[in-house]
């Protein structure tokens, strides 16, 4: 039991609680700061939003990194998905799994320099596509790694359920095993998303040099080498926003995928 | 009256590396009998059951079914269904969607779909549970969403793995019956994998004790139990007591104890064993001559068993226990404790002499 007069546990939960919310509640109340400063507060103000709807950087920044998060988010929840179904079949390998987690654990910047320098190498055109297949690269990993934890207490005789109830592979997999694992697979594509949205090195190294394939956590890293404008802190605010929604939508799903077992 | 044969199982074997897991299996399964596969772990029923669903291909051999080979038939083309021993209900579905699943398959019109998986529900007694998950089953109900997912889809056979396997006792012994309900009502031939004997003899018309992917012998229950062919299966169904020996005729010499008699058709010579169920023997405290076989011992051990009680008696020339059961309310029994010397009889006829 707490007890209500435990004050070290309290001054202990009031510390993490700052360290993990204060500089998200900062970045939210600057975004509505009328001066744009961190230092005074000047009003409550929706200018730096208006501001942020005139950057057409900004924004073909962003339109950008949708369309590669998406992108990427669709091609390797579809290739991570069957890899790990495919993998589950097999028996078990020490040395499948050490080269299934190499994209997770492998720096960027090593997997950065490998691709820009195969892409030189093949005579690939530098733009949105190499980005999209960089990160399909690393995310197939990832999507991978999460299906499969799903899939390991999966029951196979519910396949040979299904095969005896007369049902083709491909029913099989629509009505059967993609339901059950459709937790798994929506985590890994969430997951894909995320780390395909504020990705930067790699991107960085294989973006080319067009303003075109710059993608928005580039365009903010340029913008920052000139101090930080608060329409930044408006991106950030809606970026945040957004992915909370995302968040919680997965966690609800996952909730009834598990009352529903 | 001559049934017809339903499944021809000719010579299938199935080979895992050297092993041979099934060797050499041949029997027919008849128009609406009930059948069990009956065999300790790793006997190879299971296999052979998965061989006839589809599930493993037979090494070799040939599987009929109707007169036609089935061994390239792919499962969900055969007209058999299998209840699973896990029940693999799918877990996402309603009750009613997974016994609607396998007719949806078959693309059937809308109105026959919601007419068989009713009519097949109030079979089962299921209608008031058809919107629940299988989490939130019972045992019993999951077991008998499995049945009805089966049963609905009107197979030729209907293959079921350890059907009993996952109930608590109460409940298997009614669903033993409620089984034998069902497939007399809807004239399927059943086909059971277990290895508990006593469910086999309580469900099943004819029985298929397997060995080491063998079968040891085949026939309906009461031949399997009133005349085992070999101590394996007098061993496994039931309870015996064996006496080894040689064997001429209807005699057999066993060291200690002389000759034993044992039944006059018998026909097994040279080493053999003598094998007499416990119930068949007469317990006496006073010598009796009216038994081909009487042997005077010492009872060393009364085991309870509510309706009756096991008299472990040890023989004056022979050192290993020898059972007779007796009824609780029979009046011997009130006579007899640990140390009371006894006369064990039995008649030839009721005795097996088997080869060793």
């Not at chain 1, 030189?120 to 960089?134: D, R």
């Not at chain 2, 023997?281 to 060393?300: E, L, M, Q, Y």
């Not at chain 2, 509510?306 to 029994?333: C, M, N, S």
Request: hydrophobic share 45%.
């Amino acid at each position: 039991m707490i007890r209500r007069h435990d004050w070290l546990f309290m001054l202990h939960l009031g510390l993490t609680l700052f360290f993990l919310y204060g500089p998200i509640v900062v970045l939210v109340v600057l975004s509505f700061n009328e001066l744009g400063l961190a230092t005074a507060w000047g009003g409550f103000s929706l200018k730096w939003y208006a501001a942020l709807s005139k950057n057409f950087k900004i924004i073909s920044a962003a339109v950008n990194t949708l369309i590669v998060a998406s992108v990427t988010t669709v091609i390797a929840t579809i290739i991570g998905t069957m890899l790990a179904m495919g993998i589950e079949r097999l028996r078990k390998s020490p040395l499948l799994d050490a080269l299934l987690f190499a994209p997770m654990v492998v720096p960027d910047i090593v997997l950065a320099i490998g691709l820009l320098s195969l892409f030189t190498a093949i005579n690939l055109k530098l733009g949105l596509h190499s980005i999209i297949m960089s990160h399909v690269v690393f995310n197939i990993a990832f999507v991978c790694a999460v299906v499969r934890t799903r899939l390991n207490n999966f029951d196979h005789s519910l396949l040979e359920a299904s095969t005896d109830l007369g049902a083709s592979t491909w029913t099989t997999f629509r009505r059967v095993t993609l339901p059950i694992i459709f937790p798994g697979v929506f985590a890994g594509a969430l997951l894909a998303f995320t780390l395909s949205f504020d990705e930067f090195v790699i991107a960085f190294f294989t973006a080319g040099t067009r303003q075109s394939s710059t993608t928005l956590p580039m365009q903010i890293y340029s913008m920052i080498k000139f101090g930080i404008k608060p329409d930044i802190n408006a991106l950030a605010t809606i970026i945040m926003g957004v992915s909370f929604i995302l968040v919680f939508m997965a966690q609800r799903l996952n909730k009834e995928a598990l009352t529903g077992r | 009256m001559i049934a017809k044969n339903v499944i021809e199982l000719r010579n299938i074997v199935k080979q895992y590396g050297a092993v041979r897991v099934v060797d050499d299996v041949s029997f027919e399964l008849r128009e609406s009998e009930f059948f069990a596969l009956l065999g300790p772990s790793g006997c190879g029923k299971t296999t052979l059951l998965r061989v006839m669903a589809g599930f493993a291909d037979p090494s070799s051999g040939q599987m009929l079914l109707d007169g036609q080979d089935m061994v390239r038939v792919p499962p969900r083309r055969r007209p058999l269904n299998m209840m699973f021993q896990s029940y693999a209900l799918f877990p996402h579905m309603t009750a009613e969607a997974n016994i609607r699943y396998g007719l949806e398959n078959a693309r059937l019109p809308k109105e026959e779909i919601a007419r068989r998986t009713a009519e097949i529900m109030v079979t089962t007694q299921l209608t008031e549970f058809a919107r629940r998950k299988p989490a939130q089953l019972s045992g019993g109900q999951r077991q008998r969403v499995a049945l009805a997912r089966a049963l609905v889809m009107r197979p030729r056979v209907l293959l079921l793995d350890e059907p009993l396997g996952a109930l608590d006792k109460k409940l298997r012994e009614a669903m033993q019956l409620e089984l034998k309900r069902l497939q007399n009502e809807l004239g399927i031939t059943f086909v059971v994998v277990t290895h508990d004997q006593e469910e086999a003899l309580v469900m099943a018309d004819r029985i298929a004790l397997m060995r080491g992917g063998r079968v040891e012998q085949i026939g309906p229950a009461s031949e399997l139990y009133e005349k085992p062919t070999s101590r394996f299966v007098a061993d496994f169904i039931g309870q015996s007591n064996f006496f080894e020996g040689t064997a001429s005729g209807s005699q057999i010499s066993v060291d200690g104890l002389g000759l034993l008699h044992g039944p006059n058709d018998a026909s097994v010579s040279g080493a053999a064993v003598l094998s007499v169920r416990p119930e068949r023997i007469k317990v006496n405290t006073t010598p009796v001559r009216s038994f081909d076989n009487s042997f005077a011992g010492t009872v060393r051990e009364i085991a309870y068993h509510g309706q009756d009680e096991h008299i472990h008696v040890e023989f004056d020339d022979w050192k290993r226990p020898v059972i007779a059961r007796l009824p609780a309310y029979d009046e011997t029994v009130q006579q007899i404790h640990e140390g009371t010397r006894v006369w064990l009889s039995w008649n030839g006829r009721d005795a097996r002499i088997l080869a060793h």
